[in-house]
């Protein structure tokens, strides 16, 4: 069974600063990556979806990498706001379009 | 363009009773994945439908089940509930099925059993 795995559990920062969230994952057969960001009591927002056959992807601020070989992601995001204070999920998507997900890792950014 | 919507937000039910989630999804969609999101367990994947067909389901007893129409608005049936079954139940869409495209997810159905 696919295990997924996010770590720091949760992680707090000053404004400003660059930070990376990871995610690591058990077995390397997987589709697709993708990552979201949970803001409490809300649904998920699609942040930005990596495909097996791309090693990274990049919107804005966030940048996620993959590697499949050795079983791992990261979220880089750069110079962070208070806004970005939230859960952020990663989910790794096997053939058929079944998703496992993180645990997540709660970012709180102080202004 | 709308997003995917989720009727009702919230909902309290009793022991035993049962319960049904509706799920609209992104217009032009066809793909809805159901997701059960608990503080103990995390997300965790329920089904997903497809043209109308079940592609897909997680490892959840038979009192989870659900349905999709031909309009791709899909709903979820929880039969005999449980104090356990209380939890965020989320509903995301896709255009297609498959993995390659992303999922956007809706607001949530916060189920409380009592």
């Known amino acids: 069974k696919q295990e997924v795995t996010q770590i720091p559990a949760a992680l707090s920062v000053p404004e400003g600063e660059n930070l990376v969230l990871n995610c690591s994952f058990t077995?390397?057969?997987?589709?697709?990556l993708q990552w979201f960001r949970q803001d409490p009591g809300k649904g998920l927002t699609s942040l930005l979806l990596i495909q097996s056959s791309q090693r990274e992807q990049t919107s804005g601020r966030l940048n996620a990498s993959l590697d499949k070989s050795s079983g791992r992601s990261t979220l880089y995001i750069a110079a962070s706001q208070p806004g970005d204070s939230a859960t952020y999920l990663c989910?790794?998507?096997?053939?058929?379009?079944?998703?496992?997900f993180g645990t997540g890792t709660s970012l709180t950014v102080i202004p | 363009k709308a997003g995917v919507t989720q009727t009702p937000r919230y909902l309290i039910k009793t022991r035993g009773q049962q319960v049904t989630l509706s799920c609209s999804p992104i217009s032009g969609h066809r793909s809805v994945s159901w997701y059960q999101q608990t503080p103990g367990q995390g997300l965790q994947f329920l089904f997903e439908?497809?043209?109308?067909?079940?592609?897909n389901k997680g490892n959840f007893p038979g009192r989870f089940s659900g349905r999709q129409f031909s309009n791709s608005r899909s709903e979820m049936n929880v039969s005999t509930l449980e104090l356990g079954d209380s939890a965020l139940y989320l509903c995301?869409?896709?255009?297609?099925?498959?993995?390659?495209?992303?999922?956007?997810f809706g607001p949530g159905t916060r189920l409380t059993v009592t």
């Open positions: 989910a790794v998507i096997l053939r058929g379009n079944q998703f496992y």
């Open positions: 077995d390397s057969a997987i589709y697709n």
């Open positions: 995301a869409s896709s255009l297609e099925a498959g993995g390659s495209y992303e999922q956007y």
């Open positions: 439908y497809f043209s109308e067909t079940q592609r």
